[in-house]
T-cell receptor
Framework: SQQGEEDPQALSIQEGENATMNCSYK?????LQWYRQNSGRGLVHLILIRSNEREKHSGRLRVTLDTSKKSSSLLITASRAADTASYFCAQAGNNRKLIWGLGTSLAVNP | GAGVSQSPSNKVTEKGKDVELRCDPI?????LYWYRQSLGQGLEFLIYFQGNSAPDKSGLPSDRFSAERTGGSVSTLTIQRTQQEDSAVYLC?????????????FGPGTRLTVL
């Protein structure tokens, strides 16, 4: 299977703490994307990092990519209760089909 | 509307019946995707439409599944002779041009339950 893997499967932290999620993939990529899914807003695109980039920031989000290890991490700083959701990485090759990981379930406790 | 819409939001059907799921993409988006998400799982690609090109059907799990996109806009996913393993949330997404770096915008999904 080409499906990527994410760890941890579940993460529970307190508000204000940082949350780090990791994603590993198996095939070469054009880019890797992170999405958030919760019951309120559905599946939402967060950030895209291209294969020639190593780090990218967007607000409280920081994404890194290590193509030699075929891995990526998503860091959420100063977490809030509203960050509670499932986070998915999706690897994009050149064929327009995204291959999705199984997700990390994040709970941010007030 | 401003986003991708899907209908119905929930569908309960009996094994063996046919179902149709509808997706209205964002106006102007030429690419449309269907995915399936089983409980606690990531998304499984089903089919991709881009403009007038032949759709990429490589993710359809069986010949009971089909999809069409009329007029380059609305899409319908049809599942014939539904089975219990078809129970899942079916998600539709659209993007501007279907480029590999395009952001995909997702609808709220249709939760299908096959009894």
């Amino acid at each position: 299977s080409q499906q990527g893997e994410e760890d941890p499967q579940a993460l529970s932290i307190q508000e204000g703490e940082n949350a780090t999620m990791n994603c590993s993939y198996k095939t070469s990529i054009n880019n890797l994307q992170w999405y958030r899914q919760n019951s309120g807003r559905g599946l939402v695109h967060l950030i895209l990092i291209r294969s020639n980039e190593r780090e990218k920031h967007s607000g409280r989000l920081r994404v890194t990519l290590d193509t030699s290890k075929k891995s990526s991490s998503l860091l959420i700083t100063a977490s809030r209760a509203a960050d509670t959701a499932s986070y998915f990485c999706a690897q994009a090759g050149n064929n327009r089909k995204l291959i999705w990981g199984l997700g990390t379930s994040l709970a941010v406790n007030p | 509307g401003a986003g991708v819409s899907q209908s119905p939001s929930n569908k309960v059907t009996e094994k063996g019946k046919d179902v149709e799921l509808r997706c209205d993409p964002i106006s102007g988006h030429t690419a449309l995707y269907w995915y399936r998400q089983s409980l606690g799982q990531g998304l499984e690609f089903l089919i991709y439409f881009q403009g007038n090109s032949a759709p990429d059907k490589s993710g359809l799990p069986s010949d009971r599944f089909s999809a069409e996109r009329t007029g380059g806009s609305v899409s319908t996913l049809t599942i014939q002779r539904t089975q219990q393993e078809d129970s899942a949330v079916y998600l539709c997404a659209s993007s501007w041009s279907g480029g590999v770096t395009d952001t995909q915008y997702f609808g709220p999904g249709t939760r299908l339950t096959v009894l």
